[in-house]
């Protein structure tokens, strides 16, 4: 097993097993910085992070560290790491179906969501979310953004949020939904694993646009 050791001081232990995966995907990186020993800083995380090119192996790594380590997922920066990964294997996902020309992504203080999906002379504002898939998404961050959509994004006619997260009850999501109907504008959480769960987001996507 690696001994990971955050800068707070902190050690968690991760099962060498969680991380197999992510070693036969990154061998070369991970010996580039030195883990021969075993210990495995948040610094040599992040450049681990800021140097893995595939988003799903990005996440991958994050997660299983994070996993046990649950201080790690809160950095800023490997949060931010993160959810641009998870961000763009959505859109990566999308594009395919709808085409290049209708999803569009931007930076990030270019709009008050991260993927436009315009159909049948529509548009879906997407905010995507990621975090440890044991959680639960709370009903403040699920408002909130559901404010900002309203009231940044007045030609959006569907919010749509995706995450890997557990959805909030149902009477939260019928507050939110209730919120986007007084604006005109339909609402919609969605669980997504990219390994299975397209072809639901994509019916999800054509029911709020199509109807």
């Known amino acids: 097993m690696f001994v990971v050791e955050t800068e707070a001081g902190t050690a968690a232990l991760i099962i060498i097993g969680a991380l197999l995966f992510v070693i036969a995907i990154i061998g ?3 010996k ?5 020993e075993g210990l495995f800083t948040l610094a040599d995380l992040k450049e681990v992070l800021r140097n893995t090119q595939a988003p799903e192996d990005l996440l991958t790594l994050a997660s299983a560290a994070s996993t046990t380590a649950p201080e790690i997922g809160r950095d800023p920066e490997i949060r931010n790491l993160t959810h641009l990964a998870y961000e763009q294997l959505v859109a990566k996902s999308l594009m395919p179906i709808f085409g290049q020309g209708a999803v569009e992504t931007a930076g990030p203080y270019d709009r008050p969501f991260d993927i436009a999906v315009k159909l049948d002379g529509k548009k ?5 979310k990621f975090d440890r898939s044991d959680r639960y998404f709370s009903r403040n961050r699920m408002l909130m953004t559901v404010d900002r959509i309203i009231r940044n994004s007045p030609d959006t006619d569907a919010v749509i949020i995706v995450s890997n997260m557990h959805e909030p009850s149902l009477h939260d999501l019928d507050v939110a939904r209730e919120k986007a109907e007084a ?11 990219p390994d299975s769960d397209t072809a639901q987001l994509e019916r999800v996507i054509r029911d709020h646009l199509q109807s």
């Open 32 to 36: 580039e910085i030195g883990l021969a």
């Open 28 to 30: 070369r990186q991970i």
């Open 183 to 193: 604006s005109g504008k339909t609402f919609q959480y969605i669980r997504w694993n």
């Open 124 to 128: 879906a504002g997407i905010e995507t």
